[in-house]
Protein backbone atom coordinates (compact mmCIF):
# COMPACT_ATOMS: atom_id res chain seq x y z
CA UNK A 1 0.00 0.00 0.00
CA UNK A 2 1.82 3.05 -0.69
CA UNK A 3 0.15 6.46 1.19
CA UNK A 4 0.78 9.82 -0.77
CA UNK A 5 0.25 13.52 1.38
CA UNK A 6 -0.58 16.68 0.39
CA UNK A 7 -1.68 20.04 1.53
CA UNK A 8 0.96 21.29 4.12
CA UNK A 9 1.55 24.63 4.20
CA UNK A 10 2.34 27.88 6.29
CA UNK A 11 -0.60 29.19 7.98
CA UNK A 12 -1.36 31.92 10.74
CA UNK A 13 -1.86 31.11 14.38
CA UNK A 14 -5.61 30.74 15.13
CA UNK A 15 -6.03 29.60 10.91
CA UNK A 16 -7.32 26.88 9.39
CA UNK A 17 -5.68 23.97 7.18
CA UNK A 18 -7.19 21.08 5.30
CA UNK A 19 -4.10 17.99 4.42
CA UNK A 20 -5.36 14.90 2.41
CA UNK A 21 -3.91 11.41 1.63
CA UNK A 22 -4.33 9.07 -1.22
CA UNK A 23 -4.17 5.30 -0.44
CA UNK A 24 -3.18 3.09 -3.05
CA UNK A 25 -5.15 0.53 -1.31
CA UNK A 26 -8.45 0.31 0.79
CA UNK A 27 -7.83 -0.51 4.78
CA UNK A 28 -9.71 -1.08 8.27
CA UNK A 29 -7.85 1.71 10.48
CA UNK A 30 -6.34 4.74 8.72
CA UNK A 31 -4.90 7.28 10.83
CA UNK A 32 -2.49 10.75 11.09
CA UNK A 33 0.42 11.36 12.86
CA UNK A 34 2.64 14.07 13.40
CA UNK A 35 6.61 14.61 14.68
CA UNK A 36 8.84 17.25 15.29
CA UNK A 37 12.86 16.30 15.40
CA UNK A 38 13.94 15.24 18.64
CA UNK A 39 10.23 14.16 19.69
CA UNK A 40 8.29 11.08 19.71
CA UNK A 41 5.66 10.51 16.60
CA UNK A 42 1.98 11.21 18.07
CA UNK A 43 -0.93 9.54 16.62
CA UNK A 44 -3.93 12.63 16.56
CA UNK A 45 -6.29 10.63 15.05
CA UNK A 46 -8.06 7.47 13.73
CA UNK A 47 -10.82 6.79 11.97
CA UNK A 48 -12.42 3.22 10.69
CA UNK A 49 -13.53 2.03 7.23
CA UNK A 50 -17.41 2.46 8.88
CA UNK A 51 -16.43 6.01 10.27
CA UNK A 52 -16.11 6.09 13.82
CA UNK A 53 -12.60 8.61 14.46
CA UNK A 54 -10.74 8.97 17.96
CA UNK A 55 -8.70 12.03 18.38
CA UNK A 56 -5.75 12.98 20.63
CA UNK A 57 -6.47 15.16 23.56
CA UNK A 58 -4.09 17.50 22.19
CA UNK A 59 -6.05 18.33 18.72
CA UNK A 60 -9.89 17.22 20.16
CA UNK A 61 -12.58 19.92 19.15
CA UNK A 62 -9.67 21.50 16.79
CA UNK A 63 -9.14 18.91 14.03
CA UNK A 64 -11.37 16.68 11.74
CA UNK A 65 -10.61 13.54 10.41
CA UNK A 66 -12.96 12.23 7.16
CA UNK A 67 -12.29 9.21 4.92
CA UNK A 68 -13.92 8.90 1.90
CA UNK A 69 -14.46 4.75 0.62
CA UNK A 70 -14.05 2.97 -1.29
CA UNK A 71 -10.69 5.19 -2.72
CA UNK A 72 -9.25 5.57 0.67
CA UNK A 73 -9.07 8.94 0.63
CA UNK A 74 -7.86 10.07 4.15
CA UNK A 75 -8.45 14.12 5.13
CA UNK A 76 -7.63 15.86 8.22
CA UNK A 77 -8.79 19.35 8.78
CA UNK A 78 -6.87 21.53 11.06
CA UNK A 79 -8.48 24.52 12.60
CA UNK A 80 -7.80 27.12 15.57
CA UNK A 81 -4.21 26.12 14.40
CA UNK A 82 -1.54 26.96 17.02
CA UNK A 83 2.01 27.17 16.63
CA UNK A 84 2.69 24.12 18.74
CA UNK A 85 0.85 22.12 15.82
CA UNK A 86 3.65 22.46 13.85
CA UNK A 87 5.17 19.49 12.34
CA UNK A 88 5.47 16.99 9.71
CA UNK A 89 2.23 14.95 9.26
CA UNK A 90 2.38 11.68 8.29
CA UNK A 91 -0.75 9.62 7.00
CA UNK A 92 -0.53 5.87 7.86
CA UNK A 93 -3.08 2.87 7.55
CA UNK A 94 -3.12 -1.13 9.00
CA UNK A 95 -5.08 -3.76 8.30
CA UNK A 96 -7.73 -4.66 11.31
CA UNK A 97 -7.54 -3.84 14.99
CA UNK A 98 -8.95 -1.15 17.35
CA UNK A 99 -8.19 1.99 15.70
CA UNK A 100 -8.04 4.00 18.41
CA UNK A 101 -6.58 2.29 20.57
CA UNK A 102 -4.18 1.92 18.11
CA UNK A 103 -3.69 5.59 17.76
CA UNK A 104 -1.14 5.59 20.28
CA UNK A 105 1.00 2.70 19.38
CA UNK A 106 3.13 4.02 15.65
CA UNK A 107 4.66 0.61 15.91
CA UNK A 108 1.52 -1.17 15.09
CA UNK A 109 0.54 0.42 12.12
CA UNK A 110 1.89 -1.44 8.75
CA UNK A 111 2.42 1.52 5.61
CA UNK A 112 3.06 5.08 5.98
CA UNK A 113 3.55 8.01 3.94
CA UNK A 114 6.46 10.57 3.37
CA UNK A 115 4.96 13.08 5.35
CA UNK A 116 3.57 17.26 4.47
CA UNK A 117 4.65 19.82 6.55
CA UNK A 118 2.55 22.04 8.47
CA UNK A 119 3.62 25.26 10.15
CA UNK A 120 1.97 27.77 12.32
CA UNK A 121 3.82 31.17 12.28
CA UNK A 122 2.92 34.79 12.22
Known amino acids: VQLVESGGALVQPGGSLGISCVAS?????MGWFRQTPGKRREGIAA???????TYADSVKGRFTISRANPRAILQLELNNLKPEDTSMYYC????????????????????WGQGTQVTVSS
Open 47 to 53: IERNGTA
Open 92 to 111: ASRSGGFCGYLLHMSAAWNF
Open 25 to 29: GGAHC
